[in-house]
């Protein structure tokens, strides 16, 4: 990476001069899973590439008592890709470090916290009265109020410095403890202070669909309702939840994936074109095309739950039931597929189905826009619809999916796609991680892929009556074998819709891997 791309980033974005100031990023829960397997690595990687002011310097906080030194070295380390050359630099980084233990609901310990703050920062610049602060929450949910309470109350910065507080999904259950989280923060920080973090929106693909969007005249034309057929955002596991019962059974596969990360590609894809990059033009945009929508029906949704496979090994022979983390007789779905109806100009009469499951046959994200058959078809039928296929991960790739000559004296249209796979076009660019993009934008100030407070009332809105009915109700979803494809009865659903077709016989095949 350029030694200059921080200074590049600030001359794109016309970042203002507190980026000169000192910068102390604290992590709040830093003895967790999330803090180790994730945050920590990726604040290394931003450091090791030259992405973070220069003045930056890092704080861990949480209960345990730990050496943050061997913490990060030992506990750490095998996340983070350290190369040979690199030793040097890692030594530097983990010397920017430190570490305070404390509880997450006495104020005397964030009034500690606040001390350690200004401590560093006059360590290192004795003349300095203060540094900008950025807390990221890797807490569990349960704590949020008391922690941001106190952090309000004992650790903002003094202007002209500024405060910044990433909190981590879920943001709530439903409409109710959603807007009460919302009003919680909305006493104690403003709205630029907030970032809540969707790891999705850093990923490459769902990046790119504001470019393919509206970069590309040949899709500007055609993307509405007298083009497409149907669109379907896919996201697929191939495992279950491994141990991690005990907190997915209490949000659930629609409420862990569907409400958030595919109602935000779905936002994305659907939205109007804004009248600038501007981070609040196109948030405002992925709020209107969210208001379209309609409250999702059970009738619109096939729930299932995976059970054991005779024939799998290991895990695959244990059902979601069988996990001892998970309570007995649970009615939790871990698969969801849901149709979604939007009303506006642009999309009426146009089927969104968003499918989410864990332990499936595979591991894919990826958006699919299918096309209206073709007018005036002189193929006799033969003719597959062209699909745009946007793959999310793994392996990156764009590729439409176009009917063309099937080789020889014949004259048969034959199924085959133009394909942009990114390993093999953009072969040795470097993709960062989507954690990468989004603490990067914190430092930036940029808001453009976090989640604002009226966009994430409109996603609960959506989804909340029916997690509502299906918890009075006690609905049992439909058992599904470990390994499989997904649910027969949820291609019926699509099926009833009337407008969506799945060839079972075409495979896509990463041009990466094929002889040239």
């Not at 919302?182 to 970032?195: N, P, R, V």
């Not at 499918?355 to 193929?379: M, P, W």
């Not at 953009?426 to 892929?449: C, H, K, T, W």
Request: proline content about 5%; glycine content about 6%; aromatic content about 12%.
């Amino acid at each position: 990476m350029s030694e200059n791309i921080f200074e590049t980033f600030q001359t794109v974005v016309h970042l203002s001069e507190d980026l000169k100031s000192y910068h102390v990023f604290v992590v709040m829960g830093a003895s967790g899973d999330l803090a180790k397997k994730k945050i920590y690595p990726t604040l290394w990687w931003l450091y090791r590439d030259n992405l973070l002011p220069k003045k930056t310097f890092f704080l861990g906080y949480a209960r345990s008592k730990l050496d943050i030194k061997d913490f990060l070295t030992q506990k750490c380390r095998q996340y983070m890709k350290v190369k040979p050359d690199e030793e040097e630099k890692f030594n530097e980084w983990v010397s920017k470090n430190h570490y305070l233990a404390g509880s997450y609901d006495q104020s005397e310990s964030f009034a500690q916290l606040n001390s350690k703050i200004v401590e560093i920062s006059r360590f290192y610049e004795p003349e300095t009265d203060d540094a900008n602060r950025i807390f990221y929450l890797a807490l569990p949910p349960s704590v949020y109020t008391s922690v941001t309470q106190l952090l309000s109350e004992n650790c903002k910065a003094k202007k002209p410095h500024f405060t910044r507080v990433i909190v981590e999904k879920p943001f709530g259950k439903d409409s109710k403890s959603s807007s009460e989280l919302s009003t919680h923060l909305s006493k104690l920080f403003t709205e630029e202070q907030i970032y809540r973090i969707d790891h999705y929106l850093g990923k490459e693909m769902v990046q790119n669909l504001i470019v393919l969007r509206f970069a590309n005249q040949i899709f500007k034309r055609i993307w509405n309702r007298d083009s497409i057929e149907n669109v379907s955002i896919t996201f697929k596991e191939p495992f279950g939840t491994q141990g991690r019962g005990g907190y997915f059974d209490e949000f659930g596969i629609i409420r862990d994936v569907m409400q958030n990360h595919l109602l935000q590609i779905l936002s994305l894809v659907a939205m109007e074109s804004p009248i600038s990059k501007n981070a609040e033009e196109i948030r405002n945009e992925k709020v209107k095309v969210l208001r379209s929508i309609p409250e999702i029906k059970l009738e619109d949704v096939v729930l299932g739950q995976y059970v054991g496979n005779p024939n799998g090994q290991g895990d695959e022979k244990m059902g979601y039931l069988d996990d001892p983390t998970v309570p007995a007789g649970s009615n939790t779905p871990t698969f969801c597929c849901a149709i979604l109806k939007i009303k506006n100009e642009r999309w009426d009469g146009v089927p969104f189905i968003l499918k989410s499951g864990k332990a499936l046959n595979e591991r894919k994200a990826e958006i699919r826009i299918q096309f209206k058959e073709v007018s005036g078809d002189i193929f006799d039928n033969s003719c597959a619809r062209n699909e745009l296929v946007i793959r999310v991960q793994p392996d990156e790739a764009v590729y439409m999916k176009i009917s063309t000559k099937k080789p020889g004296i014949n004259f048969n249209p034959l199924e085959t796609e133009l394909d942009l796979t990114y390993k093999h076009r953009y072969d040795g660019e470097y993709m960062p991680d989507a954690y990468e993009r989004l603490i990067l934008d914190v430092f930036l100030g940029s808001q453009l892929n976090f989640v604002r407070t009226d966009e994430l009332a409109e996603a609960w809105r959506i989804f909340t009556p029916l997690l509502h009915k299906l918890e009075k109700e006690n609905i049992k979803p439909i058992p599904y074998v470990y390994g499989s494809r997904g649910l027969p009865e949820a291609d019926e659903l699509c099926a009833k819709v009337g407008k969506y077709t799945y060839n079972k016989n075409y495979k896509w095949k990463d041009s990466s891997k094929s002889k040239i």
